[in-house]
C-alpha cells in the first residue's frame, strides 16, 4: 500500500526532476544563442562563408526547443563494477553545460543503449531505469524500474503502456520514449549491415525503419551526409503521415519518395490488366531489356576514314570491331561506353598519323574524335539511345521484341507486351505504371544510377521484382531497411517471400528480422482480423497484442438505404472522444460518404494517393487501396466484402481487408450491408 510517506517522497523526485528541466532548458537555450551569435561572414572566403551559414542555420535548427514535450523522457542510474555511479537522462538530442559535460543524452548515444534493453536478467550496469509522464511541456509522473530488484521491474510500465496508448491527431509521432528492446536491436544494426523485418500489424515497424535512419546518421554521419539516405513509401499520404517523425528527431536530410516518384521516367497515362503489369514486372525482363540495349550495336562493315588537310586516315572495319567489342565486354554502361569510343577510334588515327611521319599531339586525338566524320561513323555502329525510345520499339515491334526476348518468354508473352495500337513516336507513347521501371531499368543499362548511403524500403512486399531492382540499385554500394508483412501484400505481384524479395534488391547477405508483438493494435482487433490468415497467408504465424487494454469491435449492420446515415452516427461517436478517427471506405464510395457526413456538418479530411491532408482533421475518409501504413485511435470500416471485391482476385482481396482492419489503435466498428466475407466467419 502506497503511504504518505511514499506519496510525499515521489512527490519531491518529480520536483527535483522538473527542477533539473528547467536547468537542461536554460542549457539548450544557451547552446542555441551561442550558434545564433556566431557570423558566417566573417569566414575566409565567399564559398566557406556560404557552406558554414548552411551549417550554423542547421544547426540553430537542431537546437530549437518544443515547448509541448520535454527534453528528455527517462533516466538512467548505472552502477558499473570499475567506474564510479553515474546519472543519465536520455532524451530526443543532446544538451551540454558551459564545461561540455552532458545535462541530456541523445537517445541514439551507445550509452543510451541500456535505457532500452536492460533488464533484471541483463542489467547492463542499471542499477534504476526511470521513465516519466509528460503533459503540455511539464513532468506529471515518473515510474521507477529496480532492475535488482525483479519484483519492481516486472510491475512497471504504466507509463510506458500509456505513452503507446496516447490518443493522437495529426501526422505520426516517433516512438523514441517507447522502443522495445527487439526493436533496439534493428533500429542500432551496422551501417553495413542490410535489414529485412517482417512485421505484424501494429509491431511498429515502420517507426523502427524511420528510427534506425536517424541512428544511422547520428552514429556515420560524415560517411551517410555524403551518401545520403532515401525512405521510400507506397503513396504520398503515407509519406505525409510520417513525415514528422524523422525531423522531430533532428534529422531533416532524409529524402523522402513514393515508388512512382522515385521511378518517375515520364507521364503515366495507361492502364493495364493485371496480367500484363505483373509480368512487366517479372524479373525475365532485366535480360529481356539488356539483350535489347546491346543489341542495338552495329558490326562495322566499312572502315572509318577521317579527312584531315589534304590527307585521309582509315581505321579499317576489323579494327573497329576489336575497338567496339573490348569497349562492350568491359562492363562499362553502354552509354558510358558509346563515350570512349571517339577517343579510341582517334587514338587509331594517330597511330596511322605517326606511322606516316607525323607528330600529334592530344590536341590533335581530341580534334579527331570531336570531328563530323568520327560522329556520324560512331551512331552507325553504336547508336544514341534513350529509354523511352528502346521500350517503344520493343512493345511496337514485334520482330525486335522476339529477338530481345530470347528463351526467357514465351509467343504469347510477347503477344501480351505489344501493344494493339502503337505509338507513332516514342513522344506519344501512353506508358503504364508497370514501363516506368522497365524505364529505369534500361535508364541504368544506359548510364549508372548513383547509389545512396542508405535506403529505407516500406511496405516492400507490393513491389514487383523490376521495381526491387529499382530500389536495390540505389543502394548498390550502401545498406537497405526493408520493412513489410507478407500478409498484408495487396498487389498481384506481392513477392511471396523475403528471401525472394532481397535477392531481387541485390543483397542476398541480410538480416531478417521477425516481429509479431503488437503494441498498437489492440488484441480484439488483432484476433478478429487474423481470421483471414489461414485463407489468405497460409503458414504465416497470426500476430499476438501485448497490450493490456483488449480494445473494442462494434458490429453495425444496416440495410442498404441507411448505410450512409449509420456511416455518419458511428463516425459522430468515434469523434467524441479524443484522438484520430479514419472512414475506410471503398475508393468507389469515398465521394459518397463525404458528401454524406459534409451534409450532417462532420468536419473531415479526405486522403488518396497522390495527396495527403494538408490539416490535420480529426476525422479522414480514406480510400482503401491507401489505408496501407496509416493508422487511427478509431477507425470506422464500411463494407468489407465491397473491398475485398475490389481487387482482381480472392487472395489480393482479403490481404487488402486485412490491411484495413488493422489500422485502429482501440476501435474497431464495421458498418456493412453486403454479408461479411465468409473467411472473417460469424461476428
Known amino acids: 500500500m502506497e503511504t504518505r510517506a511514499t506519496t510525499d517522497a515521489l512527490t519531491g523526485e518529480l520536483a527535483k526532476e522538473q527542477a533539473y528541466l ?85 537517445w541514439r548515444a ?32 515518473l515510474e521507477d524500474e529496480h532492475l535488482r530488484e525483479p519484483a519492481s521491474a516486472d510491475a512497471a510500465g504504466s507509463i510506458l503502456a500509456a505513452e503507446i496508448e496516447r490518443p493522437r491527431t495529426g501526422p505520426m509521432r516517433d516512438i523514441v520514449s517507447t522502443i522495445q528492446p527487439e526493436q533496439d536491436e534493428i533500429v542500432r544494426s551496422d551501417v553495413t549491415v542490410s535489414v529485412c523485418v517482417q512485421g505484424a500489424p501494429g509491431t511498429g515497424k515502420t517507426a523502427v525503419g524511420l528510427h534506425r535512419a536517424a541512428w544511422l546518421l547520428y552514429s556515420f554521419r560524415e560517411r551517410l551526409d555524403r551518401s545520403g539516405v532515401l525512405v521510400v513509401g507506397p503513396n504520398r499520404a503515407f509519406l505525409d503521415h510520417i513525415g514528422a517523425v524523422l525531423p522531430s528527431l533532428g534529422e531533416v536530410r532524409v529524402g523522402h519518395a513514393t515508388i512512382e516518384t522515385l521511378l518517375e521516367h515520364g507521364t503515366v497515362r495507361a492502364d493495364e490488366p493485371p496480367d ?62 558509346r563515350d570512349l569510343l571517339p577517343q579510341r577510334l582517334a587514338h587509331h588515327v594517330l597511330l596511322e598519323m ?43 515491334d514485334a520482330d525486335a521484341l522476339h529477338a530481345a526476348a530470347g528463351d526467357d518468354l514465351t509467343d504469347d508473352e510477347q503477344r501480351m507486351l505489344l501493344w494493339d495500337k502503337p505509338a507513332r513516336t516514342k513522344g506519344a507513347a501512353r506508358w503504364s505504371r508497370a514501363d516506368m521501371a522497365l524505364l529505369d531499368e534500361v535508364d541504368d543499362l544506359l548510364r549508372r544510377v548513383p547509389s545512396l548511403g542508405h535506403v529505407v524500403l516500406d511496405e516492400a512486399q507490393d513491389l514487383s521484382p523490376m521495381q526491387l531492382r529499382a530500389v536495390g540499385r540505389r543502394a548498390s554500394t550502401g545498406s537497405v531497411t526493408v520493412l513489410g508483412d507478407i500478409a498484408q501484400g495487396t498487389t498481384p505481384w506481392a513477392t511471396a517471400s523475403w528471401e525472394e524479395a532481397m535477392r531481387h534488391l541485390g543483397k542476398d547477405d541480410h538480416d531478417l528480422v521477425v516481429l509479431d508483438r503488437g503494441f498498437r493494435v489492440p488484441a480484439v482487433v488483432i484476433e478478429y482480423a487474423a481470421r483471414l490468415l489461414p485463407v489468405m497467408a497460409p503458414g504465416l504465424g497470426a500476430p499476438v497484442s501485448v497490450r493490456d487494454n483488449p480494445g473494442r469491435l462494434e458490429f453495425r449492420p444496416a440495410a442498404a438505404v441507411d448505410l450512409d446515415a449509420e456511416v455518419v452516427h458511428a463516425v459522430e461517436r468515434a469523434a467524441g472522444a479524443a484522438g484520430s478517427v479514419g472512414v475506410i471506405v471503398p475508393d468507389a464510395d469515398v465521394e459518397r460518404v463525404s458528401s454524406a457526413l459534409a451534409s450532417q456538418g462532420v468536419s473531415h479530411g479526405r486522403l488518396d494517393r497522390d495527396h495527403g491532408d494538408d490539416e490535420d482533421h480529426q476525422v479522414e ?20 466484402a465491397a473491398i475485398a471485391a475490389a481487387e482482381p482476385d480472392e487472395r489480393t482481396g482479403l490481404r487488402r481487408l486485412y490491411v484495413v482492419l488493422t489500422r485502429a489503435v482501440s476501435e474497431l466498428t464495421i458498418v456493412h450491408a453486403q454479408p461479411l466475407p465468409e473467411a472473417l466467419g460469424a461476428a
Open 276 to 337: 500484363v503489369a505483373t509480368l512487366k514486372g517479372d524479373a525475365r525482363l532485366a535480360a529481356v531489356l539488356r539483350r535489347a540495349v546491346w543489341s542495338s550495336l552495329v558490326r562495322p562493315t566499312e572502315a572509318l576514314v577521317v579527312p584531315r588537310g589534304v590527307r585521309k586516315w582509315r581505321v579499317p572495319a576489323y579494327e573497329v570491331a576489336a575497338i567496339v567489342d573490348e569497349l562492350a565486354e568491359r562492363g562499362v554502361r553502354y552509354s558510358a561506353a
Open 621 to 640: 475518409v480514406v480510400p482503401a487501396s491507401v489505408a496501407k501504413g496509416l493508422e487511427f485511435d478509431r477507425t470506422v470500416v464500411l463494407e468489407p
Open 110 to 141: 551507445p550509452i543510451s543503449t541500456a535505457f532500452y534493453r536492460a533488464s533484471p536478467l541483463e542489467p547492463m550496469d542499471v542499477v534504476l531505469r526511470r521513465r516519466f509522464g509528460v503533459d503540455r511541456g511539464r513532468l506529471t509522473a
Open 22 to 106: 528547467d536547468a537542461a532548458r536554460a542549457q539548450l537555450t544557451r547552446m542555441r544563442e551561442l550558434a545564433e551569435s556566431l557570423d558566417a561572414s566573417k569566414a575566409s572566403d565567399a564559398i566557406s562563408g556560404e557552406v558554414l551559414g548552411w551549417v550554423l542555420s542547421r544547426r540553430i535548427a537542431s537546437l530549437q526547443d518544443d515547448p509541448r514535450t520535454t527534453l528528455f523522457f527517462g533516466r538512467i542510474d548505472v552502477d558499473p563494477p570499475d567506474g564510479p555511479a553515474e546519472q543519465f537522462h536520455i532524451g530526443r538530442r543532446h544538451v551540454s553545460d558551459e564545461a561540455g559535460d552532458p545535462v541530456v543524452v541523445d
Open 354 to 396: 605517326e606511322r606516316a611521319g607525323d607528330a600529334p599531339d592530344d590536341r590533335v586525338q581530341d580534334a579527331v574524335a570531336k570531328s563530323a566524320a568520327v560522329k556520324k561513323y560512331v551512331s552507325s555502329v553504336w547508336p544514341p539511345l534513350d529509354p523511352q525510345g528502346v521500350l517503344h520499339r520493343l512493345w511496337s
